[in-house]
């Protein structure tokens, strides 16, 4: 295991004295309710634009629009041609981008065009695969929606795409590319929280489209959708307007609680700590409420032994999501640590160092005196507990980031953070909680090789 440098330890903790003393005069921080907090602004500096790319969009629903309007904020970057499989879809696009879009059903005429550079591939995840591997076999660069797969079997076929292609693939977990996230790794390294033991996240929605319930357009039909595409690679089923519109909920499409939202985490916590994953997954949990015909829980609690490996030493983590609660919290990822806590978002870090307390039980004062240790009666100015790092007012976001990234490395042959490599290393923990959920039964893997491992 590689310890927490000792010189960049001690700096951590001398940058953090002189925060201390700046609380003593005043400056930097501010206290309040008898804490001190110290509080650091995030910041990013803008990189230069260089040669256009002309971009295509697959799957132009709630992401893959999302993924355009972001995208288009980095200089120099033009959308030329939409495929979806639903007309209401192209439409949609023609209003947003304009007229002059080549719109096509099919993502194979996309990947035939000269005039495009980069794909972002948004469909539903049953599609990710084989467009991931025509795109990058055609051309083309890629940048393709969370969980990078859908099953475990296809992590493979993508990493040797991106291998003999050489093309550039980042995969759309965009916190990886957020201030919060680089601003943990950092502290992390630095040993703010020591060695890391334990992390968690967790999730809890109500509302029907958090639950992905979401709306069936009124003219839903044969007509209007390719639905014969859409099955093509998957169970043949006549045409069906729910598994269509909220394919999350159904296993040939989509990739349930863990594929959606585990999947994010995993890719926070495994650039944070450098990990290449867990050797052990189980998971448990029900459909408790939302009893709408879904194949997959509306109520998933997974549990993830991290072995020792190069990077750190052995942890666990505990991922928890949940549609029936309205009531409380919201995502998160905490680290916890030998010696204080992170709570890690894609804008911010708070840290919390574990205090010292002075104790006045005599014994515990005749054994530091043996030890040695200096006891005073003097009160001391304690050092601040709890560190908030927040990103500027006009920090435009790790999604933002994520594709600046993007189409940096596409500019100048740069290394993408997460490729498919990192992006199996996410999916895969996801992707096996499903299969143990399913299995009723704790499963093993091996992270670095990135194979399962028999019982
Ligand atoms: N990174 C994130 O934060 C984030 C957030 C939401 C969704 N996602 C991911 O984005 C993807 C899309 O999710 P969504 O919420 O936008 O779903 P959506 O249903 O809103 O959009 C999917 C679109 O893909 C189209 N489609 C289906 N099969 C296709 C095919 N073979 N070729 C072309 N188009 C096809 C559908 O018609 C639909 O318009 C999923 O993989 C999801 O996990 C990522």
């Excluded at 393709?144 to 980042?170: D, L, S, Y």
């Amino acid at each position: 295991m590689k310890n927490i440098s000792e010189s960049s330890r001690r700096n951590f903790i001398k940058k953090m004295a002189a925060a201390s003393a700046a609380v003593a005069v005043g400056t930097n921080m501010f206290a309040a309710e008898n804490k001190a907090v110290y509080f650091e602004k995030l910041t990013r500096t803008p990189g230069s634009p260089n040669d256009k790319i002309n971009l295509a969009l697959i799957g132009a629903g709630g992401m893959g629009t999302q993924d355009v309007i972001t995208a288009l904020k980095v200089p120099n970057v033009k959308l030329v041609a939409v495929c979806d499989l639903y007309k209401g879809r192209l439409k949609d696009a023609t209003t947003k981008w304009g007229a002059d879009l080549f719109l096509t059903r099919s993502y194979r005429e996309i990947l035939s065009r000269k005039d495009v550079d980069a794909v972002i591939i948004a469909t539903p995840d049953h599609w990710h695969q084989q467009i991931s591997i025509d795109a990058m076999r055609a051309g083309k660069h890629v940048y393709c929606e969370k969980p990078m797969v859908h099953a475990i079997t296809e992590g493979p076929a993508v990493i040797k795409a991106q291998t003999e292609t050489g093309k550039i693939f980042q995969v759309g977990s965009q916190g990886v590319s957020s201030l919060g996230n680089e601003k943990a790794r950092q502290l992390l390294k630095d040993g703010a929280i020591g060695q890391l033991n334990y992390a968690e996240g967790f999730w809890a929605r109500h509302s029907p489209t958090g639950a992905w319930q979401y709306p069936i357009p009124a003219d839903a039909s044969l007509d209007t959708v390719d639905w014969e595409t859409f099955i093509s690679n998957t169970t043949k089923r006549s045409f069906d307007a729910t598994r269509f519109f909220r394919w999350r909920n159904y296993r040939d499409y989509g990739t349930g609680m863990a594929g959606d939202l585990f999947v994010h985490l995993f890719s926070s916590l495994h650039f944070i700590t450098n990990s290449f994953g867990p050797n052990k997954i189980y998971a448990a949990g029900g459909l408790r409420y939302w009893k709408d015909g879904r194949e997959v829980p509306d109520v998933l609690l997974g549990t993830f032994d991290y072995p020792q490996s190069a990077a750190h030493a052995p942890f666990n983590l505990s991922l928890r999501c949940n549609f029936v609660d309205g009531t409380s919290g919201t995502t998160y990822l905490k680290l916890v640590g030998s010696e204080g806590s992170m709570d890690v978002t894609w804008d911010s870090v708070t840290l919390k160092r574990n205090k010292t307390i002075e104790s006045d039980d005599p014994f515990y004062i005749e054994q530091m005196k043996k030890a040695g240790t200096p006891v005073s009666d003097r009160k001391r100015i304690l050092a601040p507990e709890e560190y908030t790092f927040a990103a500027e007012k006009d920090y435009l976001g790790g999604p933002y980031d994520h594709f600046v990234n993007f189409f940096n490395a596409i500019r100048n042959g740069g290394k993408i953070t997460e490729d498919a490599v990192f992006g199996y290393r996410a999916a895969a923990p996801a992707l096996l909680c499903n299969d143990s959920y399913n299995q009723d039964t704790a499963i093993l893997w091996n992270p670095e090789n990135m194979q399962l491992v028999k019982k």
